[in-house]
């Protein structure tokens, strides 16, 4: 993993194993590019409570305030069609689309498309300076959360 990369952790990101002073890039899709069983995996690894259901086809993923939701057309499909993300208390939206998709957060304009592994996304944000929340491609018209 210290020469090839973890292709199981997203591009861009690093970790560091536990008892090594080496760090370990990742090679993984963005999270943003990942299809329903790689986001389940993703999160869980990360504490996260996973919910999916079929129609309409989405994986959520929920830990404290902090929330995501990827929405298929069907849950076998290789990417997402519209990523949601709603910002734990202190996190713009920035920092949040970053996580999404792996770019520079000073490289980020609102509600300009962003660059993903799979293309341009549409970017639109709600609440830009409290509480934001960010769509990520072709989500049409989005609910509040329960």
């Known amino acids: 993993l210290l ?34 069983e790689a986001v389940k995996a993703y999160f869980s690894d990360r504490h996260f409570k996973i919910t999916t259901q079929d129609a309409p086809a989405e994986v959520s993923a929920e830990q404290g305030s902090e929330k995501y939701v990827f929405s298929y057309d069907k849950l076998g499909d290789s990417a997402p ?3 949601t993300a709603y910002a734990a208390p202190g996190l713009s939206w920035q920092e949040l ?10 490289k980020l304009k609102l509600d300009a498309p962003v660059k993903s592994g799979r293309g341009e996304l549409q970017l639109r944000v709600e609440h830009a300076t409290d509480k934001p929340t960010v769509h990520l491609g072709s989500c049409g018209q989005i609910v509040a959360p329960p």
């Not at 194993?17 to 329903?36: F, L, W």
């Not at 689309?97 to 000073?106: F, I, N, Q, S, V």
């Open 97 to 106: 689309t970053a996580r999404l998709t792996g770019m520079a957060p000073e």
């Open 81 to 83: 069609r519209c990523r």
């Open 3 to 36: 020469k090839s990369g973890d292709p199981a952790c997203p591009k861009g990101q690093a970790y560091k194993p536990k008892g090594s002073k080496d760090e370990v890039r990742c090679t993984g899709p963005q999270i943003a590019d990942m299809n329903a």
